[in-house]
């Protein structure tokens, strides 16, 4: 205790005397020639330990540096030191001034003395060193006294930085049962202190938590495991905290802490286990092979790659029945079935399954057993089968003249169950459309319904059914394939049509066609045809008929020449017979044609009837080529007729897109003005008239009689252009609203003259709309162009006003 505190006596001592410039120094250099108008020489200075100043007067001297404690805390100015020159005789003639790094900012210095003190707090992580510049001018004619020089302000450094981890927090990871000392990470903290100066950078870690498994070298930082054998599945992580302390450790140091994660990595130390060592399953015999019947779990403490596991079956009282694999995303055991399941047959099978680590560790082999076993009963559950054949398939063979009712075969069913139930057979008709078999319900006899034609289907596939009689809803179907055997029960016939033709300067024993025959049975030996003439033409025959014994045969002529004109074509009946049994014969006729060849026996000529037949158009066919163009004649004659007709009978208006004025002629002439019956024209002059009936446009207009309108005009006070704006409304919205109207617009002309006039109109033609006991002597009023008027109709208004 009594040497700690003796040492910080010696570092408080050590931090006034640098305040107080012990570290200052000052160095001389001589120059020739006189400084200043007296020669005076700036000199720097200090105090020694014991207080006395220390002066250096000469002709010329070299800056050094000071030395200045960084965070000085004191209230007043830091001194730095102080500048003077020889030629300063205390009379305030000479002005020192400072330049440089700070000048006047965080360095001041007295002009008069020529003190120089600090402002400011300095740091040296910030600024480890100023340069500044010093000069002693004259104050009145300002020129200096002395060379400008040059010095240097370092700042001592103390430790005001704590150290700081490059990182916070640190994640790292170490596999598990590591050796003791195995190392996990390096941690690094730095210093912002000097490192050149004293302790103040100098770090030392240690571990504050975290211990006992883990810990860390002094100098280094190197993190290590400090147990061994240390288990994932027990503690996977741990929070390892490090400080780092500079000083060296010492009190007094600053420190800083960090934290560290650490996370033990799995290795595969663990063999997977079996929860149990018997597992009972059950599984309906009508599972269909390939399906799952049985899982299997088994667990492993590790994890990842490390806990990946195989199963496989060691032993089973059931051959090839199961297989297991593994499910790789839940590291189960799958048991699939291989083959069906027979309760009748076997009602239990057991089966021992070994699982064992898929990537083991040869290290921790020698620990522990890397595999187990478990047994597995898997029990076989009842289940109501439907029937089963005997076979997958069968084939049946039958002659195609089997009589109706013939047994083709018979198929078999039964009852897989205990139960043995009776099995009841039927034919899938969606197999059998044309009902051509049926099957004993019974006995599962096939046999026919219909006839057969081989030539016409060879092979019939059928679908029989099978299904219980106590339970219709079981049933099993199987295919029946049936092969119609062949019988010879067609005749051979020509292969092809021939086209024969014998030339009139032919000779005897020419051959002029080459024949053969086909047939549409299939013997087992193949086919033998023969071929002769008929006999009942082969006394007067001209032709003969060679067989050639490889089922083709020779058109042979039996005189030198023929006539075109005498006879033209000539029939030969050929016989075709086979040779299976029973045999089989026709009689095919060949049409040979006389034509006229040249030297060599080609064709050049023959009759028009062969010309037809030769171009292949029969009389028949002309008359249908005739036919048709005649009715398309007639089609055409007809549609010019129409077209015609429909040309002459054109509409009033042709289409809705004609919007031209339409003019309607009604061919009707009035009757003047006594003819009161004919059309009421004040029912365009009054807008206040209803028009009681309306008659479409588009169509030419019959005779009509309109009832008798008589209508009262009286004229009002006043009217103004409104009237007609309000009878062109009128007439829109009749039009709008007219259900006879045309769907398409047309144009409706109204001569309306308004009723503007005091005087209204002076036609007679609304005079039919009146009574005749309208007074007219306003007339001899409007001067002597109406007197004639006022004569006319006044004096017999007036009449008839006495008269009445």
Known sequence: MLRGRTVLLLLVLWAYLCSHGDGLRALKRTTGGRRGAAGAGLTLTGQDANGVPLRRSKRGWMWNQFFLLEEYTGLDNQYVGKLHSDGDRGDGSIRYVLTGDGAGTLF???????????TKRLDREEKAYYTLRAKAVNRITNTSLEGESEFIIKIHDINDNEPKFTKDPYFTHVPEMSPLGTVVMQVTATDADDATYGNSARVVYS?????????????TGVIKTALPNMDRETKENYVVVIQAKDMAGQMGGLSGTTTVSITLSDVNDNPPRFPKSLYEFKAPESTEPGSTVAVLRATDADIGRNAEMNYRITSSDGPAMFDISTNRSTQEGVITLRKPLDFERKRLYTLRIQVENSNPDPRFLRYAATTDEATVKLIVEDVDEPPVFDRVSYVMEVKEDSALGTIIGSVSATDPDSSRSPVRYSIDRHTDMDRVFNVHPGNGSV?????????????HNISVIATEFNNPRLMSRVPVYIRVLDINDNAPTFATYYETFVCENAKANQRIQTVSATDADEPISGHRFFFSLAHEVSGKANFTVRDNKDNTA?????????????????????????????????TNTLTVRVCTCDREGNMQLCNQEALVLTAGLSTGALMAIIICVLILLIIVVLFAALRRQQRKKEPLIISKEDVRDNVVSYNDEGGGEEDTQAFDIGTLRNPEAIEETKQRRDIKPETLHPPVRRTVVLPPAHRDNSDVREFINQRLQDNDQDPTAPPYDSLATYAYEGSGSVAESLSSLGSVTTEGDQDYNYLSEWGPRFRKLADMYGVEDSDGCRDS
């Open 447 to 459: 046999f026919m319904l219909t006839t057969l034609d081989r030539e016409a289907n060879l092979w």
């Open 108 to 118: 001041i210095i007295d002009e008069n003395s020529g003190d120089i003190h600090a």
């Open 554 to 586: 020779w058109i042979l002529t039996r005189r030198n020449s023929y006539s075109r004109l005498q006879r033209s074509t000539y029939l030969v009946p050929v016989v075709i017979s086979d040779g299976d049994f029973p045999m089989q014969s026709s």
């Open 207 to 219: 571990i504050l938590q975290g211990q006992p498994y883990f810990s860390v070298e002094p100098n």
